[in-house]
Every structure is written in C-alpha cells, then in structure tokens.
C-alpha cells in the first residue's frame, strides 16, 4: 500500500504489527497485561469486523501525513512503530527529495509521551506551531549571519511522532543507517517540557538550548565550551608566575569574568554554539558554514560529522601576528614561544599542556600548521589551544589564542592579526581577545 493512501478507520487491526500482535498474545499468556487492555487485545484478536478482515501485510503500514501548522506530520494520530518508521524511511528517501547547496534540512521526531502531554501545555499552542517559530529563528540565524553564504537558511522538513518503544540506538545513534537523507540530520525529543528546559526564554518563548542542539544536529557545530581549558596541573613556567591567567575559557557566559581567567566573549558572546542561550550565529561559525558552502560540503555527512566534536584542520601555513598593549602602544616582537595543551592521555576530554616540544619562533611570524597536530582530517582532540610567551621591546608579554582565531585567519584568507597582549599585572577580566584581521 502506498503512504498517501488512507486506511479505513474501521481496519483497526491493519495498525497493529506483527510484533504487537505476538506481544498481545504473549502478554495475556503471561498474564502481564492490565484487564483493560486484556479486554481491548481480546476484543481485536476474536472479534475482527467480520467484513473488513485485516490482510497482512497491512500491520507495516502508517498513516499518510498530515499538514498540521504548516508542519508535515506523521503520526499525529497514530504514532508510528519500529518497522512503520522502517517502512517510512524506505519511501522517502526513495523520493529524491532535493536539497540545496545552501540550505541545512531537518527532520524532529517526538515521542508520543512528549507530543500528547504538549498539546494540554499552557500555551495552547500546538507542538507544530512550536517548533516552526524556532525553525524560523534557526532560519533567521543562518540567513542574517555576517558572511551571508548560507543564503537558503534552515528547513524543517518534517515531525514524526513515534511511539515510545521505538530503540533510539537504531535510529538516533547511528549517522549512516536507517536516516531519512533529506535531510542534514534527523533530531529526537523526549521527556521535554519547555518551561522546564535550562535556557527557555519566557519574553519569546523560545527554547534557545533547542536551538543549540539544533546548531550540533542539523548545522553539525562543536560547543565553543569544549574550548575552556582550566587545568591546575603541569602548568608552563611563564604561567605559573601569574595565577590570575592560569584559566581560558573559549566560551563567554555571563559571570565568567569574574572567575580568573580569559574569557572569549570576542568570538562567543551571545553566540549559538557558546553553551546556551545565544541568538546569533556569530563570526566563527558563519565563516565556517560559509567555507564548507564554497567547499560543496554542506551535506556531505561524513565531512561535517567530524565538526560536531572535532575543530577544522583549515590553517593557514603562516602568519603575522602584531601586538599593542593594554594602552594602545604597539610591541616589536623579538621572540614567540607557544605552548600548546593536549589531551590527557588518562581522559581524553580533558586537557593538559603538552608535555613534549613547545615552539619557538624569532620574530613576529609564526607556522600555525607546525603547531596543531592534524589527525584524520581535523585538529587532534585536545591540541587546540596555545599560550604565548612574548618578548618584546617594551619586556615580557603574552596571549592565549586558540584554533578558531587560525581558521578565521585561513577562511578570511588574511594574514595579518592584530591584538592585544597582556602584562603580567593586567586583570584578564578586562582583558579584550579581539583580533583585527588585515
Ligand atoms: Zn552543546
């Protein structure tokens, strides 16, 4: 039977799998089912409308969709079962559905437990109509970034409500097996209620951490906090002499100034991917999406799984880097030296400096591709971050940087970057990161 074709209401059984069916039988053989629903299994199993008999193999067959909101749905009523999603994923990406160079498409999947109780939320809205007025920030993220190039912006192609015995490790877990392939990813929600999620913001009602996982499912972009290194152990010698520095946190949320340490409110303020809450895109990531544009990989899986966790291995072979203090006054450079985290061999999400070589270069130029070590294609986990030690005219000087400020230089094809660099008594919660790109 095709999906666009209408079951009859009455072919009750013709919803029930196989496998329920057996489940059913064995479910009232073992005695586990209520009497309800011993009375409901045992009024389908003997009592069929004696005219409609059921003819498998109708038990894989679903519902066609329905637009509700604007929302392709599937399930709405009927939410579909392990082999009805099966059958689901066949027939659309037999379809062929086309997908722009410059559009990120998205499936959302909500179990049934979700989906029904949103509907008696307090807002009275559907859960369609909720999910569209984040698509359309999504959608407005991507279109009004600062570069520009994901001109096509977001689509949400569809939600299918599924039932709650679905196995996420079959559809959810596993990038390249049972997805629907038109789209960039595919995005389940369980056990969700808006007023309860971390970053739902009232005055909008808008759930910018949705969005957030958005930006990893269907954009495939790393949490700028898996760039916050505050490791207290093996610290280089330049930076034991100034605890106040011994913390960087590649993020920005609010009150991380006042933490010790450098913050990257520059690159994260109010930003997507910070950790929550941001409504921009912002400069990195725009850069990002815009190189893989250029690239032609915006839907190339296995390209842009690699970003969700890993940093792009896109530097440039050198570059100058020019310094002026706190005051404005310029440095001449005689000497860098960089040290360089990596990850802790003992847990690998969590870094320590590199206990091997740290670089040296004479003068103001220096070899970004000699420092972060590259491993299948992307930056080595943990390698990402650098600590400048800066001889200069004026005394001793230095600077954290880390992998974004070389890909923005190599996506940007500049290669000139102008900073600030800190003395050793600068407070690094007034301490501006900004680079100037020349
Ligand atoms: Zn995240």
């Known amino acids: 039977m095709e999906a666009g074709e209408k ?215 790393n949490d700028f906090y898996s760039l916050d290194f505050f490791s207290p152990v093996n610290i280089p010698p330049p930076l034991r002499e100034i605890p106040l520095w011994q913390k960087y946190y590649g993020s920005y949320r609010d009150g991380i100034d006042n933490d010790g340490g450098v913050s990257r409110k520059d690159l994260a303020d109010n930003t997507l991917m910070a950790g929550g809450g941001g409504r921009i895109l912002g400069l990195y990531n725009s850069l990002q999406l815009a190189n893989r544009g250029k690239a032609g990989r915006v839907h190339n899986l296995r390209e842009t799984l690699k970003d969700i966790w890993l940093w792009p291995a896109d530097l440039p072979e050198q570059v100058v880097l020019r310094f002026y203090n706190v005051y404005g006054l310029p440095l001449i450079v005689r000497n860098i030296t960089v040290y360089e985290t990596e990850a802790d061999l003992a847990n690998p999400n969590t870094r320590v400096w590199h206990s091997g070589p740290v670089y040296n270069f004479p003068g103001e130029i220096i070899r970004p591709v000699d420092i972060f070590p590259v491993e299948n294609g992307a930056i080595k986990k943990g390698s990402e971050i650098i600590f400048l030690d800066i001889d200069t005219d004026r005394g001793k000087y230095f600077r954290w940087m880390d992998i974004r400020d070389f890909n923005i230089a190599k996506w940007m094809g500049k290669e000139f970057l102008q900073m600030c660099a800190a003395r050793y008594d600068d407070y690094p919660g007034n301490f501006n990161s900004r680079i100037d790109y020349r």
């Open 7 to 221: 079951l009859k209401p009455n072919f009750r059984l013709s919803k029930i799998t196989r496998r329920e069916f057996l489940k059913m039988t064995l479910g009232v053989a073992a005695g586990v089912l209520t009497n309800e629903k011993i009375a409901q299994a045992g009024s389908l199993i003997n009592k069929p409308n004696q005219k409609e008999a059921p003819q498998l193999p109708l038990e894989q067959e679903y519902s066609p969709p329905s637009i509700i909101d604007g929302l392709e749905t599937f399930g709405a009523d009927e939410p579909l079962n392990e082999e009805q999603l099966k059958l689901l994923t066949e027939k659309l990406n037999s379809l062929g559905n086309e997908k722009r160079d410059d559009t990120y498409y998205g499936t959302v999947f909500v179990t049934e437990e979700t989906y029904k109780r949103f509907i008696f939320d307090d807002f009275q809205e559907s859960f369609q109509s909720y999910l569209r007025r984040h698509e359309a920030l999504f959608n407005q993220m991507l279109i009004e970034n600062p570069i520009a190039l994901a001109e096509g912006g977001f689509k949400l192609r569809r939600l299918i409500v599924i039932n709650n015995n679905v196995p996420e490790s079959d559809f959810f877990r596993d990038y390249y097996n049972n997805r629907i392939t038109d789209c960039d990813d595919q995005y389940l929600i369980k056990n969700y209620q808006p007023s309860k999620a971390d970053y739902y913001d009232p005055s909008i009602r808008i759930d910018l951490g949705l969005l957030h996982e958005w930006g990893h499912y269907f954009l495939h972009l």
